[in-house]
Protein backbone atom coordinates (compact mmCIF):
# COMPACT_ATOMS: atom_id res chain seq x y z
CA UNK A 1 0.00 0.00 0.00
CA UNK A 2 0.93 3.48 -0.82
CA UNK A 3 1.81 6.03 2.06
CA UNK A 4 3.70 8.87 2.37
CA UNK A 5 5.31 10.26 5.89
CA UNK A 6 5.87 14.08 6.47
CA UNK A 7 7.19 14.07 10.11
CA UNK A 8 7.54 17.35 10.66
CA UNK A 9 3.99 18.80 11.25
CA UNK A 10 5.07 22.60 11.80
CA UNK A 11 8.42 24.59 11.43
CA UNK A 12 9.33 28.01 11.90
CA UNK A 13 12.85 29.64 11.10
CA UNK A 14 14.01 33.41 10.76
CA UNK A 15 14.10 34.58 7.11
CA UNK A 16 17.18 33.82 5.51
CA UNK A 17 18.04 30.61 7.06
CA UNK A 18 18.10 27.38 4.88
CA UNK A 19 15.30 24.92 5.85
CA UNK A 20 14.53 21.11 4.93
CA UNK A 21 11.24 19.19 4.60
CA UNK A 22 10.92 16.07 5.23
CA UNK A 23 9.87 13.52 3.62
CA UNK A 24 9.60 9.44 3.74
CA UNK A 25 7.21 7.12 1.07
CA UNK A 26 6.10 3.53 0.69
CA UNK A 27 5.15 1.90 -2.17
CA UNK A 28 5.40 -1.65 -3.75
CA UNK A 29 5.84 -0.15 -6.90
CA UNK A 30 8.84 -0.06 -8.75
CA UNK A 31 7.54 3.00 -10.59
CA UNK A 32 6.09 6.16 -9.45
CA UNK A 33 6.37 9.32 -8.96
CA UNK A 34 6.55 11.89 -6.56
CA UNK A 35 5.33 15.44 -5.83
CA UNK A 36 5.79 18.25 -3.68
CA UNK A 37 2.74 20.70 -3.75
CA UNK A 38 2.75 24.24 -1.72
CA UNK A 39 -0.55 25.37 -0.21
CA UNK A 40 -0.81 29.39 0.83
CA UNK A 41 -2.82 31.28 3.15
CA UNK A 42 -5.18 31.73 -0.35
CA UNK A 43 -5.46 27.91 -0.63
CA UNK A 44 -4.83 26.76 -3.94
CA UNK A 45 -2.25 24.16 -4.42
CA UNK A 46 1.09 25.03 -6.52
CA UNK A 47 2.92 22.60 -8.22
CA UNK A 48 6.61 22.54 -7.27
CA UNK A 49 7.84 19.62 -8.55
CA UNK A 50 7.35 15.95 -10.18
CA UNK A 51 9.90 13.45 -10.02
CA UNK A 52 9.71 9.78 -11.55
CA UNK A 53 11.25 7.08 -10.08
CA UNK A 54 14.02 6.22 -12.29
CA UNK A 55 15.43 9.58 -11.88
CA UNK A 56 17.56 9.88 -8.87
CA UNK A 57 19.14 12.96 -10.03
CA UNK A 58 18.68 16.17 -7.65
CA UNK A 59 17.02 18.50 -8.94
CA UNK A 60 17.77 22.67 -7.54
CA UNK A 61 15.39 24.93 -9.28
CA UNK A 62 16.52 28.81 -7.86
CA UNK A 63 16.44 28.52 -4.25
CA UNK A 64 14.62 25.22 -3.96
CA UNK A 65 16.63 21.92 -4.32
CA UNK A 66 14.83 18.55 -3.83
CA UNK A 67 17.25 15.25 -2.69
CA UNK A 68 15.19 12.12 -4.20
CA UNK A 69 16.83 8.65 -2.33
CA UNK A 70 15.47 5.59 -3.37
CA UNK A 71 17.75 3.76 -0.66
CA UNK A 72 16.12 5.38 2.59
CA UNK A 73 12.55 5.83 0.28
CA UNK A 74 13.19 9.36 1.23
CA UNK A 75 12.30 12.65 -1.07
CA UNK A 76 13.57 15.76 1.14
CA UNK A 77 12.64 20.09 -0.09
CA UNK A 78 15.20 22.05 0.81
CA UNK A 79 14.54 25.87 0.79
CA UNK A 80 17.54 28.17 0.88
CA UNK A 81 17.65 31.76 2.36
CA UNK A 82 13.98 31.17 3.01
CA UNK A 83 11.46 34.13 2.88
CA UNK A 84 8.51 35.53 4.02
CA UNK A 85 6.50 34.67 1.29
CA UNK A 86 7.85 30.98 1.66
CA UNK A 87 5.29 30.73 4.53
CA UNK A 88 2.83 27.97 3.22
CA UNK A 89 1.71 24.21 4.09
CA UNK A 90 3.90 21.89 1.59
CA UNK A 91 2.78 18.71 1.12
CA UNK A 92 4.52 15.53 -0.16
CA UNK A 93 3.02 13.52 -2.54
CA UNK A 94 3.19 9.84 -4.77
CA UNK A 95 1.57 8.52 -7.51
CA UNK A 96 2.24 5.10 -8.48
CA UNK A 97 2.10 4.13 -12.54
CA UNK A 98 -0.25 1.38 -13.98
CA UNK A 99 -3.68 1.35 -13.92
CA UNK A 100 -3.69 3.41 -11.13
CA UNK A 101 -1.72 6.47 -12.34
CA UNK A 102 -2.40 9.67 -11.24
CA UNK A 103 -4.33 8.54 -8.12
CA UNK A 104 -1.88 11.25 -5.81
CA UNK A 105 -1.65 10.07 -2.09
CA UNK A 106 -1.00 12.69 0.07
CA UNK A 107 1.28 13.57 2.87
CA UNK A 108 0.18 15.29 5.91
CA UNK A 109 1.39 18.12 5.11
CA UNK A 110 4.02 20.30 6.86
CA UNK A 111 3.56 23.81 8.08
CA UNK A 112 6.39 26.49 7.57
CA UNK A 113 6.42 30.29 9.24
CA UNK A 114 8.85 32.00 8.13
CA UNK A 115 9.57 34.93 10.70
CA UNK A 116 10.89 38.12 9.63
CA UNK B 1 -5.66 31.54 -18.97
CA UNK B 2 -6.96 29.15 -16.54
CA UNK B 3 -6.02 25.13 -17.16
CA UNK B 4 -8.62 24.14 -14.79
CA UNK B 5 -11.56 26.21 -12.58
CA UNK B 6 -14.09 25.56 -10.12
CA UNK B 7 -17.82 26.49 -9.61
CA UNK B 8 -18.59 27.82 -7.09
CA UNK B 9 -15.31 29.05 -5.19
CA UNK B 10 -17.09 28.69 -2.06
CA UNK B 11 -20.89 28.55 -0.33
CA UNK B 12 -22.36 28.32 2.43
CA UNK B 13 -24.71 25.58 3.05
CA UNK B 14 -27.71 24.17 5.64
CA UNK B 15 -27.42 21.11 6.84
CA UNK B 16 -29.65 18.80 4.83
CA UNK B 17 -29.11 20.47 1.67
CA UNK B 18 -26.95 19.20 -1.39
CA UNK B 19 -24.41 20.97 -3.45
CA UNK B 20 -23.15 20.43 -6.87
CA UNK B 21 -19.63 21.60 -7.92
CA UNK B 22 -18.73 21.71 -11.03
CA UNK B 23 -15.27 21.33 -12.73
CA UNK B 24 -14.23 22.87 -16.39
CA UNK B 25 -10.78 22.08 -17.67
CA UNK B 26 -9.50 23.47 -20.32
CA UNK B 27 -8.14 20.51 -22.62
CA UNK B 28 -9.82 16.75 -23.42
CA UNK B 29 -8.24 14.57 -20.60
CA UNK B 30 -9.61 11.27 -19.92
CA UNK B 31 -9.36 10.85 -15.96
CA UNK B 32 -10.32 13.65 -13.45
CA UNK B 33 -10.15 13.50 -9.54
CA UNK B 34 -11.97 14.73 -6.84
CA UNK B 35 -10.45 15.52 -3.73
CA UNK B 36 -11.28 16.45 -0.21
CA UNK B 37 -9.23 18.44 2.59
CA UNK B 38 -10.89 18.95 5.80
CA UNK B 39 -9.63 22.15 7.66
CA UNK B 40 -6.56 21.90 8.78
CA UNK B 41 -5.76 18.37 7.23
CA UNK B 42 -4.47 16.82 3.97
CA UNK B 43 -5.91 15.98 0.48
CA UNK B 44 -8.13 13.00 0.60
CA UNK B 45 -8.82 11.33 -2.62
CA UNK B 46 -12.66 10.82 -3.03
CA UNK B 47 -12.90 9.13 -6.06
CA UNK B 48 -11.68 9.06 -9.91
CA UNK B 49 -13.73 9.73 -12.61
CA UNK B 50 -13.55 8.35 -16.34
CA UNK B 51 -15.65 10.05 -19.45
CA UNK B 52 -18.73 7.40 -20.07
CA UNK B 53 -18.64 5.03 -17.10
CA UNK B 54 -19.36 5.20 -13.60
CA UNK B 55 -16.85 6.83 -11.33
CA UNK B 56 -14.77 5.00 -8.89
CA UNK B 57 -14.77 5.71 -5.63
CA UNK B 58 -12.32 5.56 -2.44
CA UNK B 59 -12.73 3.65 0.61
CA UNK B 60 -15.05 5.86 2.89
CA UNK B 61 -16.51 7.28 0.24
CA UNK B 62 -20.28 6.23 -1.36
CA UNK B 63 -21.69 7.09 -4.64
CA UNK B 64 -25.33 8.22 -2.50
CA UNK B 65 -23.37 10.68 -0.24
CA UNK B 66 -21.06 12.06 -3.68
CA UNK B 67 -22.63 11.54 -6.94
CA UNK B 68 -20.24 12.73 -9.91
CA UNK B 69 -20.98 13.03 -13.27
CA UNK B 70 -18.31 13.22 -16.52
CA UNK B 71 -20.20 13.89 -19.27
CA UNK B 72 -17.40 15.10 -21.31
CA UNK B 73 -13.66 15.55 -21.42
CA UNK B 74 -13.36 18.28 -20.31
CA UNK B 75 -15.89 18.42 -17.65
CA UNK B 76 -17.40 17.22 -14.46
CA UNK B 77 -19.20 17.41 -11.31
CA UNK B 78 -18.98 16.41 -7.75
CA UNK B 79 -22.53 16.60 -5.46
CA UNK B 80 -22.24 16.99 -1.91
CA UNK B 81 -25.51 15.42 -0.48
CA UNK B 82 -27.52 15.73 2.29
CA UNK B 83 -24.80 17.62 4.04
CA UNK B 84 -23.91 17.92 7.55
CA UNK B 85 -21.24 20.37 9.22
CA UNK B 86 -18.66 17.42 8.89
CA UNK B 87 -19.07 17.55 5.28
CA UNK B 88 -17.20 21.46 5.53
CA UNK B 89 -14.18 21.29 3.95
CA UNK B 90 -12.36 22.27 0.50
CA UNK B 91 -13.05 20.38 -2.41
CA UNK B 92 -11.03 19.70 -5.55
CA UNK B 93 -11.05 18.82 -9.08
CA UNK B 94 -7.83 17.61 -10.66
CA UNK B 95 -5.96 15.78 -13.84
CA UNK B 96 -2.86 14.85 -15.20
CA UNK B 97 -1.47 16.64 -17.66
CA UNK B 98 -0.03 14.41 -21.35
CA UNK B 99 3.21 15.35 -22.18
CA UNK B 100 5.01 17.78 -22.10
CA UNK B 101 2.42 19.38 -19.67
CA UNK B 102 3.27 16.10 -16.98
CA UNK B 103 2.46 18.34 -14.03
CA UNK B 104 -0.70 17.80 -11.53
CA UNK B 105 -3.33 20.13 -12.17
CA UNK B 106 -5.68 20.94 -9.42
CA UNK B 107 -8.72 23.95 -9.23
CA UNK B 108 -8.94 26.18 -6.95
CA UNK B 109 -11.14 24.91 -4.94
CA UNK B 110 -14.26 24.81 -3.17
CA UNK B 111 -14.59 26.18 0.12
CA UNK B 112 -17.71 24.52 1.88
CA UNK B 113 -19.10 25.38 4.86
CA UNK B 114 -22.39 23.32 6.53
CA UNK B 115 -24.25 25.43 9.07
Known amino acids: AQKVTQAQTEISVVEKEDVTLDCVYE???????LFWYKQPPSGELVFLIR??????QNEISGRYSWNFQKSTSSFNFTITASQVVDSAVYFCALSEAGSSASKIIFGSGTRLSIRP | SAVISQKPSRDICQRGTSLTIQCQVDSQVTMMFWYRQQPGQSLTLIATANQGSEATYESGFVIDKFPISRPNLTFSTLTVSNMSPEDSSIYLCSFLGSFPRTEQYFGPGTRLTVT
Open chain 1, 27 to 33: TRDTTYY
Open chain 1, 51 to 56: RNSFDE
